[in-house]
């Protein structure tokens, strides 16, 4: 915030006057104030009391007349905001608290608005088009010039409609200039630019006529680090527009920029040093490896998901020693420490929050040079020589006798389907070594060994086995080529093999199958001549505790001939001895089960599309609502919507029973990695307050749902601590299910209730409080609950208190007493 002295920008007005009727206050209100009725000034800057504090002292009170009201409208408030990408939680609530004096001593919160995240940034191939490699940025050789070569683009992204704002609301003229202050004078008013209400007509004394108005607009930094010695970077100092990969300057009525001399202070377009492709640039200058560039907004729409672009290009001269990972991070600007009201500082300012991705890498390498550095094809490894990564052949033109060290990277692994394995390099050295260069050319070769699983199952599991050669003691095998392993199935006795499923098919046995990636197979025994179901599993989609699984059942006589079917998420077939999902489909009767693990029997049955929130264990729950049969043919397909309670690795298992109870037995799909939901969040409007009355917004979000059915409830508590502390407390309860409000008194030492938000009703009255429901409100979410609460806190609560909220969702899930606020009951 801008002061002048103990005086701030921040500005009071009475009865919001129009522009034409405003009359500021030059000094101390008292001077200005009304005598016997006589209108005086109507417009008062504010004091600075502290960090956080601005009082307006010394205004007049006095109504305009008998029975009529005065309105007080404050203006040019600044608080403290997020820079780009630093972690503070997007929906916090920014809040004001009102005290008037000398009246009744109460005091009001307001809310002023909500933390949000601005924007997004993303550095793009040159082409405008695809995300530059994050990992390294674009490769480039030191053996070879470059001159102004295309390197990247830079974009900023609007998260909000009002990320890009202009200085003022002054039209736009054209990027060399910087349009003059236009007047934002209307009460109430909200203008689309980085000023708040600004009147130069104003006196000049103590800033009146600049009072809310910014320095810029909206400035977009781009900060480049690491940069070697001997490379040059060039911006375009407008913004361009991509089309088929090129690049154009901006044209009328698309957003437009210009970069400025420095990221502060007042607009000075820099000048372009150059043209490149028809685009003004200009060259950067670097201090000790670090260059600024900031752009000026000067025209937006205004609009969420509106883009600013910038072009980048690089010159580089060969043979030069330096070499390194240049980094580039995209910002709101400009950067400040600054977190008070201050008279120099700029407006707006930004953290800074560090944040850097590769933009170039310049490496020691050169094309076609005699020493190569590699990883051993078909593995997908990376190597590092002297510090540097490369993911690809490194060739170096390396001088005999010099030393330099040579680093193998393992891929990713998986512990389910891949293993990698570290061999040797192709000179016999470890993992990590180091080389003296020969002065013959040499390639040095990184060897990893890659296993792949090979899963085998049959179906009925007592029907028989599938056996292999070579074998393998846990059914990893080492990846070669045309090296592979044979498949036999072996039927037991009374049962007859009917052919493969899976990664083999048909009944040839046996059958060779490649060792080049992880396989399932199944083998399928007959008996008395009756081929069994076939069960397969896909899961279709997965996001955090949310999965879709799609439980896939062939049966040779026709899907009519499945009386059930069972998915079982477990550590083992009996269970293991640990939580588990099992979910069963009553073919014959078309409705699921879900075996409970916590009461130890089957909950059900519920019709496949119906809301409900019954079938659930200690591990899951199915949203019977989102869950579906399709049965055509020889199939049943189940689609299962699973929410997952906790974080857990399981087995998948199928298991399929026929009307002459055949049964497939368990047969296993894989592994499933469950994620537990997230906790719920919990707020409420205001946080702090000291009326003995106070309208309570409470917000609870991030809550799982189970389709329609509503299930759970939401508590709120105002005591001296959550167990009530031993004083008189008010304590409210909704029933999500009923919709009603209950209230707990400790008077009677039970629930008073039911009442219906928005009816009115006397029946929640206690010693402690009294909840009005005729003024109560609910308002439902897909994954949210807004409730709305009128609560008299009567003077045996009187003294400091805490605000607590409590919720249970559809899943049982308690998130237990959270403390969201204070407050101090008169």
């Known amino acids: 915030m801008r002061t002048s002295g103990a005086v701030a920008e921040a500005l009071l007005l009475v009865d919001d006057p129009a522009p034409q009727n405003q009359q500021a206050c030059p000094g101390d209100p008292v001077s200005c104030g009304w005598t016997g009725g006589a209108k005086g000034a109507n417009v008062f800057q504010g004091k600075v009391l502290g960090r956080s504090a601005i009082a307006f002292q010394g205004i007049p009170l006095d109504p305009p007349g008998d029975g009529k009201s005065r309105t007080f409208r404050m203006t040019n408030l600044r608080v403290d905001a997020s820079g780009l990408n630093l972690q503070v939680l997007s929906g916090g ?56 070569r295309a390197l990247a683009a830079l974009q900023f992204t609007a998260s909000l409609g009002a990320t890009f704002r202009t200085r003022t609301s002054a039209a736009f003229v054209d990027t060399e200039t910087s349009a003059p202050p236009a007047a934002q004078n209307v009460p109430g008013h909200l203008y689309g630019s980085e000023s708040l209400f600004f009147a130069p007509a104003y006196p000049a004394v103590n800033r009146l006529n600049v009072a809310g108005l910014a320095d810029s607009g909206t400035r977009l930094r781009a900060v480049f680090s690491d940069l070697p010695a001997g490379v040059t970077i060039y911006v375009s100092t407008v913004p361009v527009t991509y089309t088929n990969g090129v690049p154009a300057v901006n044209g009328a009525g698309q957003f437009q920029a210009r970069l400025v001399a420095s990221e502060n202070g007042a607009f000075a377009p820099m000048p372009p040093t150059t043209t490149i492709g028809g685009i003004p640039a200009a060259a950067l200058v670097v201090n000790q490896g670090t260059s600024v560039a900031a752009w000026e907004v000067l025209a937006t729409s205004g609009l969420a998901g509106e883009t600013a672009q910038f072009a980048v290009w690089l010159s580089f001269a060969a043979n030069n020693t330096s070499t390194g990972v240049g980094t580039v991070r995209l910002q709101l600007g400009p950067v400040s420490n600054v977190r008070s009201a201050d008279d120099v500082a700029a407006i707006p300012r930004f953290s800074d929050d560090g944040t850097a991705v590769p933009l170039f890498n310049v490496a020691p390498t050169c094309a076609g040079g005699p020493y190569v550095v590699m990883p051993l094809p078909p593995v997908f490894m990376s190597v590092e020589v002297d510090g540097i990564r490369y993911n690809n052949n490194a060739y170096f033109n390396w001088q005999p006798g010099s030393t330099h060290t040579l680093k193998g990277i393992l891929p990713t692994q998986s512990s389910d389907w891949t293993r990698r394995q570290w061999i040797q390099w192709s000179d016999g050295g470890a993992m990590t070594h180091t080389i003296t260069v020969p002065a013959t050319p040499t390639t040095y070769i990184a060897e990893v060994k890659t296993a792949y699983r090979l899963d085998l199952a049959a179906v009925p599991a007592g029907g028989g086995k599938i056996q292999t050669s070579p074998t393998s003691p846990d059914g990893f095998y080492p990846s070669a080529w045309n090296v592979p392993v044979q498949l036999q199935a072996v039927a037991n006795p009374g049962y007859t093999f009917a052919g493969f499923t899976g990664d083999l098919s048909g009944t040839q046995n046996p059958q060779p199958l490649d060792t080049m990636s992880a396989h399932k197979v199944t083998a399928v025994f007959a008996r008395n001549g009756k081929t069994p179901v076939i069960p397969s599993l896909t899961p279709v989609y997965s996001g955090g505790p949310w999965t879709v699984l799609k439980a896939s059942f062939q049966a040779a006589q026709g899907y009519q001939s499945i009386s059930s079917a069972q998915v079982l998420s477990a550590a083992a077939p009996d269970g293991g001895g640990a939580p588990f999902c099992f979910i069963h489909y009553d073919a014959v009767g078309g409705a699921f089960w879900l075996y409970s693990d916590v009461y130890g029997f089957f909950m059900g049955p519920v019709k496949p599309g119906v809301a409900s929130s019954e079938l659930q264990g200690s591990a899951c729950a199915l949203n019977t609502a989102q869950s579906s049969i399709q049965a055509s043919g020889q199939t049943l397909e189940l689609s299962l919507a699973v929410t997952s309670k906790l974080a857990a690795e399981r087995n998948v298992y199928l298991r399929a029973m026929e009307t002459d109870s055949s049964d497939t037995g368990w047969v296993w799909q894989g592994r499933w990695s469950q994620q537990a939901p997230l906790e719920a969040g919990l707020s409420v409007y205001p946080n702090f307050g000291v009326n003995s009355m106070e309208n309570f917004a409470l917000y609870i979000y991030g809550a799982i749902s189970l389709g329609e059915f509503d299930k759970g409830w939401a508590q709120f508590l105002v005591a001296a601590d959550s167990t009530g502390g031993g004083q008189p407390f008010c304590f409210v309860h909704y029933d999500k299910a009923g919709g009603h409000l209950w209230m707990y008194s400790s008077d009677v030492g039970f629930f008073l209730g039911p009442a219906t938000p928005g009816a009115p009703s006397s029946l929640l009255d206690s010693s402690a409080c009294q909840v009005e429901p005729v003024g109560a409100w609910v308002q439902k979410e897909s994954s949210a609950l807004r409730l709305g609460l009128p609560i008299t806190m009567k003077a045996t609560m009187s003294g400091p208190k805490k605000l607590y909220m409590r919720t249970m969702d559809a899943m049982g899930i308690d998130s237990g007493w959270r403390q969201v606020g204070t407050y101090l009951v008169p």
Do not use: F, K
Not at 97 to 116: D, Y
Not at 117 to 145: F, H, K, Y
């Open 93 to 148: 609530q920014v809040q004001a608290s009102v005290t008037m004096t000398p009246s009744s001593g109460s005091s009001s919160t307001l809310l002023a608005g909500q933390t949000q995240r601005p924007m997004e940034t993303t550095v793009l191939e040159a082409t405008g088009q695809i995300p530059l490699d994050p990992r390294q940025g674009l490769w480039i050789q030191n053996c070879s010039s470059l001159s102004q």
